[in-house]
């Protein structure tokens, strides 16, 4: 019971002080942490409860500095586009992306706010120069940090000269009609995604029903 009473204590302090072991600011961070900051009542604590125990690792001996924020404007968006099997860019340096967020096509320049968005089935495209490379992306997330720097994780992504105009119409009329012969929930549910998909890569190409 004592030992309980101290290792809550012990959790207390730390608790308390974990304020004070948050990574700092872009701007701040120089170097990577050497070693966790660990207030010495914790310590004590740490010693009173588990006297035979070496103190616990923290996440903060493991991280990195930051990026530092540029002071001007760059004049490139360097992006990382990561599938599930692939890296299709690496640390890639564009003039422009746009992407399919869920609240609307998200343009991204250099210089652009912090951002997290998150993807629907749509056309991201990269701009590099008069070159524009389309690709169609099933869902994901668009993360934008302020060093200019972008990295967008898709479940699936095809580019759009890939596709056959003809094949994403039977589609589109293949998942109509199974949603509206669609019995249950879950079934008409899938069939509902499949029909989203479909109709929004049709969109895409320009294709009509």
Same mark, same amino acid.
């Given at each position: 019971?004592?030992?309980?009473?101290?290792?809550?204590?012990?959790?207390?302090?730390?608790?308390?002080?974990?304020?004070?072991?948050?990574?700092?600011?872009?701007?701040?961070?120089?170097?990577?942490?050497?070693?966790?900051?660990?207030?010495?009542?914790?310590?004590?604590?740490?010693?009173?409860?588990?006297?035979?125990?070496?103190?616990?690792?923290?996440?903060?001996?493991?991280?990195?500095?930051?990026?530092?924020?540029?002071?001007?404007?760059?004049?490139?968006?360097?992006?990382?586009?990561?599938?599930?099997?692939?890296?299709?860019?690496? +640390?890639?340096?564009?003039?422009?992306?746009?992407?399919?967020?869920?609240?609307?096509?998200? *343009?991204?320049?250099?210089?652009?706010?912090?951002?997290?968005?998150?993807?629907?089935?749509?056309?991201?495209?990269?701009?590099? *120069?008069?070159?524009?490379?389309?690709?169609?992306?099933?869902?994901?997330?668009?993360?934008?940090?302020?060093?200019?720097?972008?990295?967008?994780?898709?479940?699936?992504?095809?580019?759009?000269?890939?596709?056959?105009?003809?094949?994403?119409?039977?589609?589109?009329?293949?998942?109509?009609?199974?949603?509206?012969?669609?019995?249950?929930?879950?079934?008409? +549910?899938?069939?509902?995604?499949?029909?989203?998909?479909?109709?929004?890569?049709?969109?895409?190409? *320009?294709?009509?029903?």
């Amino acid at each position: 019971m004592l030992a309980r009473q101290w290792l809550r204590s012990g959790l207390r302090t730390w608790s308390a002080a974990r304020p004070m072991l948050a990574r700092g600011f872009a701007a701040e961070a120089e170097a990577p942490a050497a070693e966790a900051i660990v207030p010495e009542t914790f310590k004590q604590d740490w010693k009173k409860v588990a006297p035979n125990y070496d103190l616990p690792h923290f996440p903060s001996e493991y991280m990195a500095a930051r990026p530092s924020v540029p002071t001007t404007l760059p004049t490139k968006l360097t992006v990382n586009f990561v599938l599930p099997h692939e890296f299709e860019m690496q +640390a890639k340096e564009v003039d422009m992306v746009i992407v399919p967020a869920t609240s609307g096509q998200m *343009g991204v320049l250099p210089g652009h706010v912090p951002t997290i968005a998150e993807m629907k089935p749509g056309i991201m495209s990269v701009h590099e *120069g008069t070159d524009v490379k389309n690709y169609f992306v099933s869902s994901g997330f668009a993360f934008v940090h302020a060093n200019s720097v972008a990295d967008i994780v898709a479940i699936e992504a095809v580019p759009l000269d890939r596709f056959d105009p003809e094949e994403v119409r039977k589609g589109v009329q293949e998942y109509t009609q199974k949603v509206s012969n669609a019995k249950e929930d879950l079934e008409r +549910a899938e069939a509902q995604i499949g029909l989203e998909v479909h109709s929004a890569l049709q969109a895409a190409l *320009g294709a009509t029903a």
